[in-house]
């Protein structure tokens, strides 16, 4: 999932690339902010790597959202594991830069926003926006994992969270876009305010044919007055 920064002259566009390990680390390129088609330079390094041994994001992290407090530059992001029944585990981790995006570092090793006793599964895909009332997140939530032809497949919903900081985060269990059907999969949310709220755009799919048939992702859009 790439993720966007926009500079004075250029946008640093943030994806998940593969190690030799064949593990998801984040790296960076940009592009001419006048002409986005034309690449200026692709980083040669990660900007973020795998987390320790035993952690929330050992096996790979992608991408989230940014979020420039001035000084420094916020990086939420998914962190997976491998799974035992099922293939991997995901959470948000946050991660900080003080060099305008070049290199960054975790706040914490532990994710931001994980499993609770009312969100058993997994989260991931945060977006995060400051607002007049604090910080709210919109992120993925897993419900659940379905069996489809003998390998498990998650399915997912979009929930909000919110904070005080930006670093510790209230997860009430509230879904902010419910499914069209019951195996319906919902994540990433990309949200930006209204005048009357806020509007989201995301992508959704079926938990059967959605890597190359007639199930896979599609982009949905919603309004909100409360988020």
């Known amino acids: 999932t790439p993720s966007a920064l926009v500079l004075q002259d250029r ?12 593990r ?21 390094a ?5 987390g320790e041994p035993g952690t929330h994001d050992e096996d790979g992290v992608i991408a989230g959202c940014l ?3 001035g000084d420094r530059l916020y990086m939420y992001y998914t962190g997976i594991s491998r799974g035992g ?15 305008g995006g070049v290199t960054f570092e975790r706040m914490f090793e532990g994710p931001v926003v994980d499993r609770t006793r009312l969100e058993p599964h ?3 895909a945060p977006n995060v926006l400051k607002t007049k009332d604090g910080w709210r997140m919109w992120y993925g939530s897993g419900i659940k994992w379905v069996s489809v032809e003998d390998k498990f497949e998650p399915v997912y919903v979009i929930k909000t969270a919110t904070s005080a900081d930006g670093e510790t985060w209230l997860q009430p269990n509230v879904t ?5 059907f019951p195996r319906e999969a919902i994540t990433p949310p990309a949200v930006l305010p209204t005048p009357t709220g806020f509007e989201m755009w995301y ?4 938990s059967e044919n959605y890597r190359d048939g007639a199930g896979s992702y599609r982009l949905g859009y919603a309004t909100s007055t409360e988020g």
């Open 176 to 180: 902010s876009l419910t499914q069209a």
């Open 11 to 22: 946008i640093r566009v943030y994806y998940a690339t593969r190690n030799a390990e064949n």
């Open 46 to 50: 990660p900007v973020l790597n795998v």
């Open 24 to 44: 998801s680390v984040i790296s960076f390129a940009d592009f001419d902010r006048k002409d986005p088609t034309r690449l200026i330079a692709a980083h040669d």
């Open 203 to 206: 992508c959704h799919r079926d």
């Open 85 to 99: 029944n099922v293939p991997y585990r995901m959470a948000v981790g946050l991660a900080v830069s003080r060099d």
């Open 122 to 124: 997994m989260t991931m």
């Open 67 to 69: 979020i420039d407090r």
